[in-house]
């Protein structure tokens, strides 16, 4: 069982609103999805026989205030699955299928500044002790737009 992996998945300019992206963490494979501004992680495996669930539809919550007025609410979000149509929270996992039936594992998804992702250049060179030799080094350096390299 794995815990507390941290996995970067893109910037969040490579990753727009609507897209998804199915990754395998730790043997999983979870769905991360941006809806807007806001992301979800939820298990790629349907409880009911194990369907592919983060290649189904996104739903939002249909209300209605008399017949003929549906729309679409902006609260929860649902995923259908794709093999039978089983219906689960895109945050909580929770199953709209009725009592006893279980929910999907969702995850927490975040933002972090790429800075704290970055690790500790300092610190990790303090743990190195320097060899015997140098190998051959040659100054690189950018020029207007051009990467130039000179021997
Ligand atoms: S496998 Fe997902 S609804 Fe049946």
Do not use: K
């Not at 500044?113 to 690790?119: C, D, F, N, T």
Request: aromatic content about 8%; charged content about 20%.
């Amino acid at each position: 069982m794995v815990f507390g992996v941290r996995t970067v998945i893109a910037p969040v300019e490579a990753f727009p609103p609507g897209e998804r992206r199915i990754v395998e963490v730790g043997g999983r494979s979870i769905g991360v999805f941006r809806i807007g501004d806001r992301f979800f992680g939820i298990r790629n495996r349907c409880p009911h026989q194990g369907g592919p669930l983060c290649i189904g539809h996104v739903l939002g919550h249909v209300v209605a205030d008399a017949p003929g007025g549906a729309r679409v609410s902006g609260g929860a979000l649902r995923i259908a699955c794709p093999w039978h149509g089983w219906e689960y929270d895109l945050e909580t996992g929770q199953s709209f299928m009725g009592g006893g039936e279980p929910g999907v594992r969702s995850y927490g998804v975040g933002l972090e500044p790429g800075q704290a992702l970055m690790p500790d250049l300092d610190h990790g060179r303090a743990r190195l002790v320097p060899g015997p030799y140098t190998a051959e080094t040659f100054e690189v350096r950018v020029e207007d737009d051009y990467v130039v390299l000179d021997v």
